[in-house]
């Protein structure tokens, strides 16, 4: 077998995650994905990037506004508790290594595997109004794959959404490693605890829909949205009694709102002793609370400028070195030190 060089570090004890540079912020972000990385900056060593070259997958027609994207998705990043001193930030399209690996890995990746993807063939029938029938987009899962392995970490906090394209990543990663020597540790998913956080109109959040709660909106525009907010529709009157399990608001309380007084509005709410209105106060007051110090910490970020180009250069520096050392053992594997 080629000799490849061992691994510096302990792979269960990093960790790779990114994020595609769509729009601002919402809280379903936060609460679907920024919570879990911050518990993994907390245990292990992390990368965390803006995966600016997914984004052109599906949005390579317009690219106009991806940098003013990618400026807003690092300062959130930042204001919502992502800490470049502890991990490394970093733009994909900094990585140059990485497009190096998604090309050896488009190598020995079988195109049944890409066209058999799940998320592929739902996007590809869904999404109207673009064509997306491109190599690149293809290839999402190869490059993914390359993110995902060239800092050579275990975990991958991810949605539940992103399985398939994990499994795909795992199954190359296998391929790579049989064929070439043991270069990676398999990577796995970390699977980011389930948090319901439907849309202002009960569809999920997203910018798209226009449906949102931005983390970096001011809370004189959230109110009204709020108050317009569905709730259980079949409570028509104030006098009549809710079911907390099928409003869209309830799931809020679950992640905002202190134990005791959740128990007091699930009865208020079920006996028609508590109103939507009483019961959206209590959400506001919530939501203004743990917005607070997010909104403080980017206003701070917002008044630096080059802060964002600072903590990408500085995350790069980190995320390259691995890259690099990761290209040499993968050169090395492939006997391509010519
Ligand atoms: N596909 C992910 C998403 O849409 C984004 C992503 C790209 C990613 N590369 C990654 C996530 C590597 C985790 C690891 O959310």
């Not at 190869?142 to 392995?149: F, G, Q, R, W």
């Not at 309380?253 to 009865?267: F, G, K, M």
């Amino acid at each position: 077998m080629n000799k490849v060089p061992g691994l510096p570090h302990d792979p269960d004890k990093r960790t790779v995650s990114g994020m595609r540079p769509t729009g601002p912020l919402h809280i379903g972000h936060y609460f679907g994905a920024i919570r879990n990385w911050m518990d993994m900056q907390r245990e292990m060593e992390s990368f965390f990037f803006v995966a600016d070259w997914h984004a052109l997958t599906s949005d390579y027609a317009d690219t106009s506004r991806t940098k003013i994207y990618v400026e807003e998705m690092v300062k959130d990043w930042v204001a919502a508790g992502l800490d470049p001193e502890k991990s490394a930030i970093y733009l994909q399209s900094g990585i140059k290594e990485l497009a190096e690996l998604h090309l050896l890995l488009s190598m020995i990746t079988p195109l049944g595997w890409l066209e058999r993807c799940p998320t592929y063939k739902e996007q590809q029938q869904n999404i109207t109004g673009k064509d997306l029938a491109n190599y690149g987009f293809l290839g999402y899962p190869v490059l993914m794959t390359a993110d995902i392995i060239i800092t050579r970490g275990r975990w991958v906090p991810v949605g539940a959404d992103q399985l398939p394209h994990l499994e795909l990543s795992r199954e190359i990663t296998r391929r790579f490693n049989s064929l070439y020597g043991e270069v990676f540790p398999e990577p796995e998913a970390r699977l980011t605890p389930a948090a319901k956080c439907p849309g202002l109109d009960g569809r999920k959040m997203s910018k798209s829909y226009n449906n949102g709660i931005f983390l970096n909106e001011n809370p004189a525009d959230i109110e009204p949205k709020v108050r317009g907010m569905l709730t259980d529709q079949a409570r028509l009157r104030r006098r009549d009694p809710g079911n907390p399990d099928v409003c869209n608001l309830y799931p809020y309380h679950d992640l905002l709102t202190p134990e005791d007084v959740r128990a007091n509005i699930r009865s208020g709410c079920v006996s028609a002793s508590m109103g939507c209105v009483e019961c959206k106060d209590i959400f506001l007051k919530g939501l203004k609370i743990f917005l607070a110090p997010i909104q403080e910490r980017r206003a701070s970020l917002d008044a630096r400028p080059g802060i964002v180009r600072e903590i990408l250069e500085a995350g790069g520096e980190r995320a390259g070195k691995e890259s690099a050392l990761t290209m040499e053992a993968v050169r090395a594997g492939m006997r391509m030190q010519y």
